[in-house]
């Protein structure tokens, strides 16, 4: 048997908009949030100080909540729902010898040292992981770390520290 169902939006068992689905037939979840954030000011390799925050203060591109959610003067995403969230970031330094230690800080805790490199001039990693709603969370340098921040807006070939955070699911 076939039928067709001619809706816009799919409700939950209390009523309320679960998902909606375009007229092209995109699925679009009830939270969406996605930030693309970079430093941006006097091009040149600089440094954080110990237990300072990279200083994430320019957003490029955002969808759903995302331009909400980061706080470019903090330099902290705060979750909008409990999910997976995916955390991508890299960045460069002068040379293979300065230290680029950074952890993932959720709310006033470090995680893990996720980012970390030594032998190289950049530093790299992505990781996937469940926040809570509300709860917070940024890159916070280890030690005295070094990255590259460059005067010029995006779209652009120098813009080498970036990260981006992206809700993949909501989980209830």
């Not at 200083?55 to 706080?71: K, L, M």
């Amino acid at each position: 048997m076939t039928s067709i169902i001619k809706v816009n939006n799919i409700q939950n068992s209390s009523g309320n908009t679960a998902m909606t689905i375009s007229g092209t037939g995109v699925v679009t979840p009830k939270t969406t949030s996605y930030v693309w954030v970079y430093p941006q000011g006097t091009s040149g390799y600089t440094s954080v100080a110990d237990n300072a925050y990279l200083p994430f203060n320019t957003i490029y591109q955002s969808a759903g909540s995302g331009s909400s959610d980061f706080n470019t003067s903090t330099y902290k995403y705060t979750a909008p729902v409990k999910g997976l969230y995916f955390i991508d970031f890299f960045t460069i330094s002068s040379g293979a010898s300065d230290n680029k230690s950074w952890h993932l800080n959720v709310s006033d805790t470090t995680i893990c040292q996720t980012f970390w490199s030594r032998e190289t001039r950049t530093c790299t990693g992505s990781v996937t992981i469940q926040l809570n709603a509300g709860e917070v969370m940024g890159l916070q340098s280890h030690s005295t770390s070094y990255y590259y921040r460059n005067s010029n807006t995006m779209p652009s070939e120098e813009i080498y520290t970036r990260m981006i955070v992206n809700l993949i699911q909501e989980l209830t």
